[in-house]
């Protein structure tokens, strides 16, 4: 369980020959890809610590696909470089479900300009194929919003996107559930207390701190987020975070305010709390 099959290559050609003879053996399991963001790559900090949080709770087999030859170059140059990485990734999936592999076995996670990617690599399979699951963590928007399709909900059988920023991420939210963190998904009190991540970049640091710790949601929206399409009657001490299902009753937006701290959550208390205060408001 929980085999890193790929973790980088300056070439996605040479990098999927590399492994060809490992990924046999995933061919009856759950295999899960990782796309990461731009100036990341597989060796980014977050991405083997979601690859360990993946293994405990979902075992099969992991693939984080490398594109950092790409992506360490000017953003505007990986944008022009996002149609043919999302058409070799695509062709390579598809390969594997007329292999063998089942689609309702098959899980992605993106984050950012990877959000993009595996969301047009699963509407590119449909209607053929529709895979199980896709997470996205504040994925792009400089580039795509008003450009490219924006239904990301026909990508997969599930699909759910966490907003952690208005600069970077969508303004679009059109997933299964679209989880806002935060201020309405805009911003992230969590930059105020340290120095190395945007609200854009806290999102997969938030994503992971959510297998060890509640990341609770509002019952209610917030007075002073839109509110065109809150999930109603949330369960009391509803959580976010990793779920290989249960999500299919709930369409819409989830609000989940997050701290200043590390783990950036809120306790139970603080948020019995909150929503006091926000119903005398």
């Not at 895979?131 to 580039?143: F, H, L, T, Y």
């Not at 490219?148 to 997969?156: D, G, K, P, R, T």
């Not at 699909?159 to 679009?172: R, W």
Request: aromatic share 16%; hydrophobic share 35%; charged share 20%.
């Amino acid at each position: 369980n929980g085999k890193v099959l790929l973790q980088n290559s300056p070439s996605l050609p040479a990098a999927y020959a590399a492994y060809a003879n490992v990924i046999k053996s995933c061919v009856n399991e759950k295999i899960s890809f990782i796309f990461h963001g731009w100036t990341e790559s597989c060796y980014t900090e977050w991405v083997p610590q979601l690859i360990e949080r993946l293994t405990f709770h979902r075992g099969g087999c992991i693939v984080c696909v490398d594109y950092s030859s790409w992506s360490k170059k000017s953003y505007i140059e990986l944008l022009q470089k996002f149609d043919p990485i999302s058409e070799i990734l695509y062709e390579e999936v598809l390969q594997l479900i007329q292999n063998g592999f089942n689609p309702s076995k098959i899980f992605m996670f993106g984050f950012s300009y990877g959000g993009q990617i595996a969301s047009k690599i699963g509407r590119m399979l449909k209607p053929q194929y529709n895979i199980k699951k896709i997470d996205i963590c504040d994925m792009a928007g400089p580039g795509f919003d008003f450009i490219s399709y924006l239904n990301h909900s026909e990508a997969a059988e599930n699909i759910q996107c966490y907003y952690t920023s208005l600069d970077k991420g969508s303004h679009f939210h059109s997933c299964h559930q679209n989880i806002r963190l935060g201020q309405c998904g805009y911003t992230q009190p969590a930059i105020l207390s340290q120095p190395y991540f945007s609200s854009h970049g806290l999102c997969p640091r938030i994503y992971i701190n959510a297998f060890d710790y509640p990341f609770y949601a509002f019952q209610k929206s917030p007075k002073w987020c839109d509110r065109g399409k809150t999930i109603k009657n949330l369960p009391n001490g509803f959580t976010v975070g990793y779920r290989e299902g249960g999500y299919n009753d709930m369409i819409g937006d989830i609000f989940v305010p997050t701290s200043m701290n590390y783990p950036y959550n809120l306790s139970k208390r603080e948020m019995i709390l909150y929503e006091k205060y926000l119903e005398g408001t």
